[in-house]
C-alpha cells in the first residue's frame, strides 16, 4: 500500500486499515457474494484566460468513502462525503439492506495488487507556482493572436486533476493509487467578411503541467503548438463550403478519429450490455465483426496516457485487453460483477467517476493497429468522398449498433486528391456493419493528444483513443449539399 | 402540502437552516480576509436511485450529494473555491483559497456581484418541494411492476434493460455580500423503463419516463410500461431512405432541443464571445410571426421554477419571442456589463418556457405535413452555435399523405438554425409537461436528409 495513500485518505481521518478490514468483515454476511470499500480524495484547479486577461480561477476538494454489496445480480450502494468510521459504518448498513442478514463469512486476506506503475505520484497542481500557470496562458493568447489577424478571440483553459484512492475488498483486494491529470485547451474564434468560426486544440495526460512547455516530436513547445494547431482549424473552417449529403466513402484521418472505435465497437464490448445480451455485439464472441486486418485493442497499461490507469477502481491491475482480433471478436471489457456474471476474469476495466458512483465496465484507451497503406495511397483510392482529420465527438446506441461521430475538420475528396475543406457534418453508422466496410488501413497508428471524456449512464471519465488512418467504403455523410 | 409538516421536510428545514448560517459565516470569512465582496452557494439533495431488471432488483442506491461553492472578489479580480465537506474549517479553507486565487487573476471590469438593487430580498415560496417517497421497498415494488407490465404483452420485447425508480429531494442557498441569502427546498422523482425488442436479426432499445415534483402527478407504472412498448416495438424493421429534402417533424419528445438551441444562442455567454448566430438579432424576426415564447420562472410546483437566479436576482416573467420577434437576451450580470445592458436574472439558465401552438395534435400535424418524416430521435453533437450548421443522426417514422408508413432509421439531418427557426410551420398542442421548454412537436419547412 502506498504510504502517501494512507496518510491522506486515512491517518488524516484518524483511521487505519484495520477499520476498513472490520468494515468489510460487517459487510460480507449471510448471501452477500462481495462488497468493497472506496476511499478517494482529488484536488482540482482550472484557470481560464478569456478577452487576454486571466478572468478565473477556481480550486475544489472532494473526499469521500462509497460502499458497495452485491448479491447475485443485486447492488447496493451507499455513499458519503465525509471519510470516518462513522460514515463508514452509515453506509456500510445501508449498502448490505440489500440482503437478508445472516453468519459471517471469512474475509480474505488483504493482498495488495501489484503493478507496475504508469505514471509518477507529483501534485501538478502545487509543481508549478500560480504565476506560471499565468503565463502560459498569456504566452499562448498572445502566440495565437499574433498568428493571424483574423483571430477575434481566444480562451484558454488549464486545469488539473489530483486524486488519491483506496479500495478494499472481500476477494482479499488492497490496492491504492495517486493519479495526476492535466489538461490544456485552446479555443479561437476567426472572422472574415462577416463570418466566423471556431477553431480548437489542447492536450493532456497522466503528468505534470511541465509536459505543455516541453518540446513534441516536432520541436516545438507543446503550448504554441496546441495555439497553432486551434487557428489553423479555425482558419479552414472560415473557408468551409456545404458538406455532401449521401453514402459515400469516407477516409479517418489518424489518432482523434479514432472516437470511431470507440463508439462502434468499444461501448459495445462493455460487458454489463453483454452480459445482459442487449448489445449488438452479443453473443458474437469467434465471429468476424470486423473487416480482416482490424486488430482493436483497450489498454490502461500505456505510459502517461489519460485514459490509463495503475489499477482500476476495484483494484484489478489494468492490462493490454485484446478486442477484436484481425476481423474476430475475442474478448470484453469487464469489471468484476459482470466478469463473474459471465464466468469470465475481470480486464481492469471497472471504473468509477467519483465514490459517489458505482463502477461499471469502461474504456481505457482504445485504438487500432495500423495497416500497411500509407495515407497518401488512401486517400489516392477515393473516386468521391470525404476525408476527415478532426472530429468533436460522438454517440452510440449499442443496441441497434447505431453509431454517430461528428467532423470538426473534413475536406472533400475528388478522384483521388482532397480539394476543399467542407462544414463539419455528422457521419452516421452501424456499428457491425461500418466495420466491416473498413477496407484500407493506414501504417500511421497515432493516439490523440489527451482531449477525450466518455459518459456512461451520467458517469464521466477521461479516456484515450487512436487509430491510423482508415478507409471505410461507405458511411452516410450528414450534409447539406 | 398542507398543515403538518413530514419528517423528512422538517429535517431538510434544519440542515437549510444550518446552511444558510455557513453561507453567511463563508461571506463574512471572505470579507475578514479583505475581500471587496463575495458570494456563497450551498445545495444538498438526498434521495435514492432503485434499478430492477428482468423481476430482480438489480441496485439500490442511496445518494446524499452536496457542494459549497464561493467566490471571492478583491477589487475586480475574481477566485473560486468548492468543497463537498462542510465543517466550519473546510468552508474556511475554501474560503482562504478562492482569496488566495483572487490575488492572482486579472481585474476584470465586467467581474463582480448582480447590483444590489435586483436581490431578491423579499422572494416568493413556490411549492416547489412534495415529500418525496424515498422507501426502497417501495421504490422495488414501483419498478418491478413497471417492467413486469411491460414485459408481458408483446412478444416482439424479448428483453429490458430494466425499469428505474428515483427520488431526490433538497434544498438551494445563495448569498452575497450585498447582505442577501435566499434558500428554498425541491423535489422530484421519476420512474423510467427502457426495453429491448427484436425483428429478424436487429434489436432495437427505447424507452418512456414520467418525471414530477409532485408525486401524485406522476404517471402509474402501467401507463409508462406502454409506452415503452409502444416506443420500442414502432421501431422494428426500421431502415434508411434515399437523401432527400423533405418537410421534417421534431416529436415532442426532442422537440425542446430545437428551443434549446436558440437558448444556447441568445445567451449573454455566447453573444459577447461573439459565437453565436443570432448576434445583433435583438428585437428582429427570429421566429415566424405567429410565435410567441412566455418565460414565467414563478409558476407553482414548475420543474425550472425559481424565485431567484444563481446570483440572486429576482426572477420575473418575460416575454422573450413576441409575433416571432426576440425581445431579449438571457443574460447573467457578467454578460450584461461584458454588453452594456442589465442583467435578465438567467445566471443557471432558463426557467419554464412556454412556447405557443396551434391546434393541431401530432396525427394533425402529420395530415398538415402530408409527406416527410417525423422525427423521434436526434443523436450526435453537431450543433455549431456559432454559425448555426446544424447536422445529426436521426431516427423515426416515413409519413406519407399524413400516415406513417414505416420506422427509419441511420439517417442525419441538416440545415442551418438560422433558417431552421424561421422556417417552422406549426406546433402541436401536444405539450410535453416533462421539461423547462414546454412546446409541442413542431413541423419545419424542409431539412436535408442523408441516408441511403
Known sequence: ??????????????????????GLAQLYQGSIDYADIYLQSSHHESWVLEDSIVKSGSFSIDRGLGVRAIEGEKTGFAYADDISIQALNQTSK????????????????????????????????????????????????RHARKLDPRISEVTVSLSAVYEHILVVATDGTLATDIRPLVRLNCSVLAQQNGRRERGSAGGGGRFTYDYFTQKNERGQPRHFAFAEEAVRQALVNLEADEAPAGKMPVVLGAGWPGVLLHEAVGHGLEGDFNRKGSSAY?????????????????????????????????????QHNVLIEDGKLVGYMQDKLNARLMGMAPTG????????????????????????????????????????????????????????FSASEAYLIENGKITRPIKGATLIGNGPASMQQVSMIGNDLALDEGVGVCGKDGQSVPVGVGQPTLKIDAMTVGGTG | MSGQQSEQQQLLEQDMHKAKQAVE????????????????????????????RLGEVETVEFNQDGSLGITVYRGQSKGAAATADLNPDAVRAAVTKANDIARYTSQDPAAGLADAQLMAYDYPDLGLYFD??????HAIDITKACE?????????????????????????????????????????????????????????????????????????????????????????????????????????????????????????????????????????????????????????????????????????????????????????????????????????????????????????????????????????????????????????????????????????????????????????????????????????????????
Not at chain 2, 418525496?132 to 421497498?137: I, K, L, R, V
Open chain 1, 1 to 22: 500500500m502506498h504510504p502517501e495513500v494512507s496518510e491522506h485518505l486515512l491517518s488524516r481521518a484518524d483511521m487505519r486499515l484495520e477499520d476498513l478490514e472490520a
Open chain 1, 94 to 141: 445501508a449498502a448490505r439492506g440489500i440482503a437478508a442478514a445472516g453468519q459471517n463469512k471469512q474475509v480474505g486476506q488483504l493482498n495488495t495488487t501489484s503493478a507496475r506503475l504508469l505514471y509518477l505520484p507529483d501534485n501538478p497542481l502545487s509543481a508549478w507556482k500560480e504565476a506560471q500557470k499565468i503565463d502560459i496562458l498569456n504566452a499562448m493568447d
Open chain 1, 282 to 318: 452479443a453473443g458474437k464472441i469467434g465471429q468476424q465483426v470486423a473487416a480482416k486486418g482490424c486488430t482493436i485493442i483497450d489498454d490502461g497499461t500505456l505510459d502517461n496516457r489519460r485514459g490509463s490507469l495503475t489499477v482500476d477502481d476495484e483494484g484489478t491491475a489494468s
Open chain 1, 349 to 404: 476495466n471497472g471504473r468509477r467517476e467519483s465514490f459517489a458512483h458505482l463502477p461499471m465496465p469502461r474504456m481505457t484507451n482504445t485504438y487500432m493497429l495500423g495497416g500497411e497503406h500509407s495515407s497518401e495511397e488512401i486517400i489516392a483510392s477515393v473516386k468521391h468522398g470525404i476525408y476527415a482529420p478532426h472530429f468533436a465527438g460522438g454517440q452510440v446506441d449499442i443496441t441497434s449498433g447505431k453509431f454517430v
Open chain 2, 25 to 52: 459565516e463563508a461571506i463574512a470569512f471572505a470579507k475578514s480576509l479583505g475581500a471587496s465582496a463575495a458570494e456563497c452557494a450551498l445545495s444538498q439533495s438526498r434521495g435514492l436511485s432503485v434499478d430492477s
Open chain 2, 132 to 137: 418525496a417517497n424515498m422507501d426502497p421497498q
Open chain 2, 148 to 452: 413486469q407490465a411491460a414485459l408481458d404483452k408483446d412478444p416482439r420485447i424479448i428483453n429490458s434493460d430494466g425499469a428505474n425508480y428515483s427520488a431526490h429531494a433538497g434544498f438551494r442557498v445563495y448569498g452575497n455580500s450585498h447582505g442577501f441569502t435566499g434558500a428554498y427546498m425541491s423535489s422530484r422523482q421519476s420512474l423510467s423503463c427502457v426495453l429491448i425488442g427484436k425483428q429478424g436479426d436487429v434489436m432495437e432499445r427505447d424507452y418512456a419516463y414520467t418525471l414530477a415534483r409532485d408525486p401524485s402527478q406522476l404517471k402509474r407504472p402501467e401507463e409508462v410500461a406502454a409506452e415503452a412498448i409502444e416506443a420500442t416495438v414502432s421501431r422494428l424493421g426500421a431502415r434508411s431512405i434515399d437523401t432527400c429534402k423533405v418537410p421534417v417533424i421534431f416529436h415532442r419528445d426532442v422537440a425542446h432541443g430545437l428551443f434549446g438551441h436558440l437558448v444556447a444562442a441568445i445567451s449573454g455567454g455566447s453573444l459577447y464571445r461573439k459565437s453565436s448566430f443570432l448576434l445583433d438579432s435583438l428585437h428582429t424576426q427570429v421566429l415566424p410571426s405567429w410565435l410567441n415564447i412566455h418565460e414565467d420562472p414563478h409558476i407553482v410546483g414548475g420543474l425550472a421554477s425559481s424565485p431567484f437566479d444563481h446570483e440572486g436576482v429576482r426572477t420575473q416573467a418575460r416575454d422573450i419571442v413576441t409575433a416571432g420577434e426576440l425581445n431579449t437576451y438571457l443574460l447573467t450580470s457578467y454578460a450584461a456589463r461584458k454588453l452594456d445592458m442589465q442583467t435578465t436574472g438567467h445566471a443557471g439558465g432558463i426557467h419554464n418556457w412556454r412556447v405557443s401552438h396551434g391546434d393541431d395534435d401530432l396525427a394533425a400535424l402529420c395530415r398538415r405535413m402530408g409527406t416527410g418524416l417525423l422525427l423521434t430521435e436526434v443523436m450526435g453533437q453537431g450543433v455549431n452555435i456559432v454559425t448555426g450548421d446544424y447536422s445529426r443522426g436521426a431516427a423515426g417514422f416515413w409519413v406519407e399523405n399524413g400516415e406513417l408508413q414505416y420506422p427509419v432509421s441511420e439517417i442525419t439531418i441538416a440545415g442551418n438554425l438560422t433558417q431552421m427557426l424561421r422556417s417552422i410551420v406549426a406546433i402541436g398542442n401536444d405539450i410535453d409537461p416533462r421539461h423547462g421548454i414546454q412546446t409541442g412537436s413542431i413541423l419545419l419547412e424542409q431539412l436535408s436528409v442523408a441516408g441511403n
